[in-house]
């Protein structure tokens, strides 16, 4: 059973616009949530994070946009750079941390020149 | 910084063999050390949890005796699949964090295949 879902396998964006992917939940409980970003032969690396006591966190050009009633979080990368290409996890924790993370399958984004 | 290492970046072996793979931290103490399986098209699946000095926490379902986990230093631990089969063929990647437990660092990531 996916706790964690990414229904988008991947996404196609211009440049300069702004891409948005998506990330759905199934359990309550969690209450800290990730983006990694994973290039190919890489592994992840840390994009932003939030806490379920937030609805909002940004950080330059990543947003990351929480709402607990609907189980659903999304990142938003404006404005979109080549250079962003790359598959994109949601993650989901509990107790607050980043431990024993819980992943999604990933969205590969890919934005165009 | 927090640069975390996997070696091999790639192996084949032969159905019964064991093979290890090392992960370390290269430039912080890793208190804490995760290892993951990643099969096509699926999600980084938690095989298990080790912290430095103590024996690995195992995810329900993960055999212990199969995937040998040891996390001897505080900037070393290691996979070792037991007598792989083809199914264990699959991306295995691990992780660590430091004394704040900020974040997760991955490594790269080990593919695995067993003839």
């Known amino acids: 059973d996916q706790q964690v879902k990414q229904n988008s396998p991947s996404l196609s964006v211009q440049e300069g616009r702004i891409s948005i992917l998506n990330c759905d939940y199934t359990?309550?409980?969690?209450?800290?949530f990730l983006w990694y970003k994973k290039y190919p032969a890489e592994g992840p690396t840390f994009l932003i994070s939030?806490?379920?006591?937030?609805d909002k966190n940004e950080d330059g050009r990543f947003t990351v946009f929480l709402n607990k009633s609907a189980k659903h979080l999304s990142l938003h990368i404006v404005p979109s750079q080549p250079g962003d290409s790359a598959v994109y996890f949601c993650?989901?924790?509990?107790?607050?941390?980043?431990?024993?993370?819980?992943f999604g399958k990933g969205t590969l984004l890919t934005v165009n020149p | 910084g927090a640069v975390v290492s996997q070696h091999p970046s790639r192996v084949i072996c032969k159905s019964g063999t064991s093979v290890k793979i090392e992960c370390r931290s290269l430039?912080?103490?890793?208190?804490?050390m995760f290892w993951y399986r990643q099969f096509p098209k699926q999600s980084l699946m938690l095989m298990a949890t080790?912290?430095?000095?103590?024996?690995?926490?195992?995810e329900q379902g993960v055999e212990k005796d199969k995937f040998l986990i040891n996390h001897a230093s505080l900037t070393l631990s290691t996979l070792t699949v037991t007598s792989a089969h083809p199914e264990d063929s699959s991306f295995y990647i691990c992780?660590?964090?430091?004394?704040?437990?900020?974040?997760?660092?991955f490594g790269p990531g080990t593919r695995l295949t067993v003839l």
């Open positions: 080790s912290n430095e000095g103590s024996k690995a926490t195992y």
């Open positions: 993650a989901a924790g509990l107790g607050g941390s980043n431990y024993k993370l819980t």
């Open positions: 992780s660590a964090t430091g004394s704040t437990g900020d974040t997760q660092y």
């Open positions: 359990n309550s409980m969690f209450d800290y």
């Open positions: 939030i806490s379920s006591i937030k």
């Open positions: 430039d912080f103490q890793a208190t804490t």
